[in-house]
């Protein structure tokens, strides 16, 4: 049994804001929630499916199950970091066809850049009783250290350069500045990339993702109710989900929890990655996005910065048109989780709602990919493939 | 002895008897009674088979640079230590672990280079592991 086909995303929302300093977390995820079941057509007493991941706050799954009226009969709090979203479209739609639920809210939100202090303590609190944290305390590894040491190990095996890298950010900032919402809406260039200041070596400033407070949410419907609705749907063709550790001290900074994630999403389609209309590709880090195109398939382990380079990621005409929102690099990156905003432009992409710049013609088939945690120890990935409402 | 920011461990008696060596400027590995295979993070149960039980083996306390970074801006107490080096040092037994490169011009590490361990301890009394370039 596979789930392709047993549901759809009827409804997505992206909040507009980039900076919220006068809502609570809680009141964000309200937002959100309310926002992408009217772009469905849908009530919140429709909703008897809830997925959430550890941006909400409280106790979860519970607190926002009371502060938005739910009754449900099935909730899912699959934590893995900013992959996380793309887990619960994959588990509600298992759960849809097992009959658990058949409208599925899943939601994110987060206030990182006005109210840091929200962020912190779930993510210090969890890191003091892992089992690992006293062998890796001591060494100064802020988040863009760890995928520095990736993209340095890149380097040395593979000859990936930094203006490669760079492409990356700058073929985001090309889709950001047609999108009125997006954080950083300037077209920037290889050189402005290299120029940032090094954050941690090779990593530049502008090789990072950006800061933003805000949000998403998408429902997911059972065909049946997906057939009553006005609104344009998009089906769920296949998921593929896989933590990747350190796998007993022989960790290996070149390959990502993709390569794993990637070929089952694609065998449950059907489909193969030269299939692939449009992607949303991870991109908390330029690096994350070249590895993770290798490990999908999109080109051979080792010649992502090739790819890159000649301007393959550009929409609408590139080899493999990425992120056309602007992606986490440019546009938005709410709660310092990318990954439900990578399902909302892949959804977008298919409904042919991109901004008309970057919007892929005849878009059938979308990839989604989402990266948690860090490439440097532990991380969780998880793919989806999205198609039109015939596929 | 660097100058890095230096916190003292959580010791748990699972972990105790790396901590207690590193204490007398030993590095010791568990490795696996059963399968033989060498640890790390150190643990009692053995991520290879799956069964409980390890003894704890003297390492060289040599390695080489599997991957590094300059951190030009750390985060909290690291932000006065920048820039720092970050890396994953192979050891010889076969661990990669994550550490600092000290003891040298950060601009001279390069992955391959060959270093070994130096201590930094701290009050409690274990010490952390940190490399420096050999010769
Ligand atoms: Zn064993």
Redesign the interface.
């Known amino acids: 049994m596979t789930i392709r086909g047993k549901a759809s995303i009827a409804g997505a929302y992206e909040h507009p804001l980039r900076v919220i300093p006068d809502r609570t977390v809680a009141q964000v995820h309200a937002d959100v929630a309310v926002g992408a079941l009217a772009d469905a057509g849908l009530s919140m007493d429709d909703v008897d499916g809830y997925f959430c991941a550890g941006d909400a706050p409280g106790f979860g799954g519970f607190s926002m199950a009371e502060y938005l009226g739910l009754q449900l009969r099935h909730i899912d709090t699959t934590e893995t970091g900013g992959s996380s979203y793309l887990c619960h479209v994959g588990h509600a739609t298992a759960a849809i066809a097992a009959g658990k639920c058949s409208v599925a809210l899943v939601t994110l939100a987060g206030l990182p850049r006005s109210d840091p202090a929200s962020m912190m303590g779930g993510a210090r609190a969890m890191f003091a009783s892992a089992p690992e944290a006293g062998f890796e305390m001591n060494h100064g590894m802020a988040i863009h250290g760890g995928y520095a040491l990736a993209a340095r190990r890149h380097m040395y095996e593979f000859g990936t350069t930094s203006e490669q890298l760079a492409e990356i950010k700058v073929a985001a900032s090309h889709h950001a500045q047609f999108n009125p919402d997006a954080f950083l809406p300037k077209a920037v260039s290889i050189e402005e990339v290299l120029e940032s200041p090094l954050v941690s070596d090779p990593l530049h400033r502008l090789d990072c993702c950006v800061v933003t407070d805000g949000g998403g949410a998408v429902v997911v419907v059972s065909p049946e109710i997906a057939r009553d609705l006005e609104r344009r749907t998009v089906k769920v063709l296949g998921h593929g989900e896989a933590p990747k550790h350190t796998n007993n001290g022989r960790i290996d900074l070149t390959h990502t929890g993709a390569a794993w994630s990637g070929p089952r999403a694609f065998e449950e389609a059907g489909v193969t990655p030269g299939d692939i209309d449009y992607a949303s590709i991870y991109d908390s880090f330029t690096i994350t996005v070249l590895e993770t195109i290798e490990d999908l398939g999109f080109c051979e382990k080792g010649k992502g910065g090739a790819f890159v380079a000649d301007q393959g990621l550009r929409a609408p005409d590139g080899r493999l048109p990425f992120n056309t929102d602007g992606g986490g690099l440019c546009n938005n990156h709410p709660a310092n989780r990318g990954g439900m905003t990578k399902v909302i432009e892949a959804v977008r992409q298919l409904r042919g709602e991109a901004h008309g710049e970057v919007q892929v013609p005849d878009c059938q088939l979308a990839l989604a990919h989402g990266t948690g945690g860090s490439l440097a120890n532990r991380m969780g990935s998880a793919t989806l493939i999205l198609g039109q409402e015939d596929a | 002895m660097s100058d890095?920011?230096?916190?003292a461990?959580?010791?748990t008696p699972?972990?105790k008897p790396f901590?207690d060596a590193t204490a007398e400027g030993r590095l010791v590995l568990p490795r696996c009674t059963s399968c033989q295979?060498?640890?790390?993070?150190?643990?009692t149960f053995c991520?290879?088979c799956h069964t409980e039980g390890v003894e704890w083996i003297e390492a060289t306390g040599e390695g080489t640079v599997?991957?590094?970074?300059?951190?030009?801006?750390?985060?909290g107490p690291?932000r006065d230590?920048s820039p720092?080096v970050?890396?994953?040092v192979e050891l010889d037994e076969?661990?990669?672990?994550?550490?600092?490169i000290v003891e040298c011009d950060p601009a001279t590490v390069t992955?391959?280079q060959r270093v070994s361990v130096r201590w930094?301890p701290t009050e409690e009394g274990p010490a952390?592991p940190r490399f420096a370039p050999v010769g």
Do not use: C
């Open positions: 890095l920011p230096t916190f461990p959580p010791v699972e972990t901590w295979t060498v640890i790390w993070y150190p643990r991520p290879a599997y991957s590094y970074t300059v951190t030009h801006k750390g985060d690291w230590a720092y970050m890396a994953y076969g661990p990669r672990v994550l550490t600092n992955v391959g930094d952390i």
